[in-house]
T-cell receptor, first 112, second 114 residues
Framework: DAKTTQPTSMDCAEGRAANLPCNHS???????VYWYRQIHSQGPQYIIH???NNETNEMASLIITEDRKSSTLILPHATLRDTAVYYC?????????????FGAGTILRVKS | DTEVTQTPKHLVMGMTNKKSLKCEQH?????MYWYKQKAKKPPELMFV???????INESVPSRFSPECPNSSLLNLHLHALQPEDSALYLC?????????????FGPGTRLTVL
């Protein structure tokens, strides 16, 4: 699986959009970009994933560049409860039950 | 039922004890996972079970012994652990879909080895 690079930490004002970048310059054609987050003392939570098209769900939007070498997770109206570690993970899901390899992630602090 | 449950929430054990962690899901997922997470570090995969068979063992020491008695249950048997094994142990499961298989995590068991 390709490696990802994320900023160590970011701050965001409550009510504003949080834009979390991720670089994955060695991503291959069959690899998807997944985002998870982990709120303190809880298990990780799946947010969104995509291959090459932009994706949106009730939690967030995922913007993937045309060359697929980077992506941005957007939380449109961040709240204090969005304070968490956000993990960007690249993986193939050709095989059922393959593993997630977590990097260090980005600590997002939402402040009032 | 749309969650993964783990018991116990907290466990303190001595190095000579034998204990077990339990994980359960009733979402019909046929892949289940154990991860270990040390403080301020990301989760690290330990084991994967796919259709009740062990498919991935990330070179985990034999003092950790996984078991998948049926499609809803996953156990992790612990024996002769070391203090450095103290960590949050996370269980996850994933469905098989055409759009990938995002993993659903339980809240974890916080293990302290004395």
């Amino acid at each position: 699986d390709a490696k990802t690079t994320q900023p160590t930490s970011m701050d965001c004002a409550e009510g504003r959009a949080a834009n979390l970048p991720c670089n994955h310059s060695t991503i291959s054609g069959n690899e998807y970009v997944y985002w998870y987050r982990q709120i303190h003392s809880q298990g990780p939570q799946y947010i969104i994933h995509g291959l090459k098209n932009n994706e949106t769900n009730e939690m967030a939007s995922l913007i993937i560049t045309e060359d697929r070498k980077s992506s941005t997770l957007i939380l449109p109206h961040a709240t204090l409860r969005d304070t968490a570690v956000y993990y960007c993970i690249v993986r193939s899901h050709m095989e059922y039950g393959n593993k997630l390899v977590f990097g260090a992630g980005t600590i997002l602090r939402v402040k009032s | 039922d749309t969650e993964v449950t783990q018991t116990p929430k907290h466990l303190v054990m001595g190095m000579t004890n034998k204990k077990s962690l339990k994980c359960e899901q009733h979402m019909g997922h046929r892949a289940m996972y154990w991860y270990k997470q040390k403080a301020k570090k990301p989760p690290e995969l330990m084991f994967v079970y796919s259709y009740e068979k062990l498919s991935i063992n990330e070179s985990v020491p034999s003092r950790f012994s996984p078991e998948c008695p049926n499609s809803s249950l996953l156990n992790l048997h612990l024996h002769a652990l070391q203090p450095e094994d103290s960590a949050l142990y996370l269980c996850a499961s994933s469905p098989k879909t055409d759009r990938g298989n995002e993993q659903f995590f339980g809240p974890g068991t916080r293990l302290t080895v004395l």
